[in-house]
């Protein structure tokens, strides 16, 4: 595997603007002052990020009572994310970053292993940035299943 960026606590959270399944566009930096979970997953309407995005749906209530906004990155087009949204209910904004710079400023993109082989693609990651644009915690190569109940734990939830 080849060094990919790895983001780590205390470290700045790279700011983006992108599109999101709205047609809005979200800053990030727009957020300062709340507790953001930025969690980037490969695709959308698949069984694991549909899993994944569905636990973090069911657990909006505590992270939103504890201060935090979620927000999915993944590579998807905003008319996608839009279906996504649709389908499953999901009550908090994705984004759409079809060139992958975000998710490989944040090191969730790059080489990774699938069914024992090294491709290219998202590595399913979830990041705790506190309200002055930090890292707060950097977790990659995240489970679909149960990576939400994990989350809670690992803040003290």
């Avoid at 090191?107 to 506190?130: C, H, L, M, P, W």
């Amino acid at each position: 595997m080849t060094d990919q960026v790895r983001l780590a606590p205390g470290d700045a959270a790279p700011d983006f603007t992108l599109p999101t399944d709205d047609g809005e566009q979200l800053t990030l930096s727009a957020l300062r002052g709340r507790k953001v979970i930025l969690y980037a997953y490969p695709a959308a309407m698949t069984p694991g990020c549909t899993k994944q995005a569905c636990d973090f749906r069911d657990s909006l209530d505590s992270l939103a009572a504890a201060g935090y906004q979620v927000v999915g990155i993944s590579p998807d087009s905003p008319a996608k994310l839009a279906k996504f949204r649709e389908r499953d209910a999901l009550t908090f904004p994705l984004v759409s970053d079809p060139e992958k710079k975000v998710l490989a400023a944040y090191g969730a993109f790059g080489e990774k292993k699938n069914y024992g082989r090294v491709v290219q693609g998202v590595i399913r990651s979830t990041f705790v940035i506190d309200e002055q644009g930090r890292i707060q915690l950097a977790q990659y190569n995240v489970r679909a299943t149960g990576h939400v109940a994990k989350l809670h734990r690992d803040l003290g939830l």
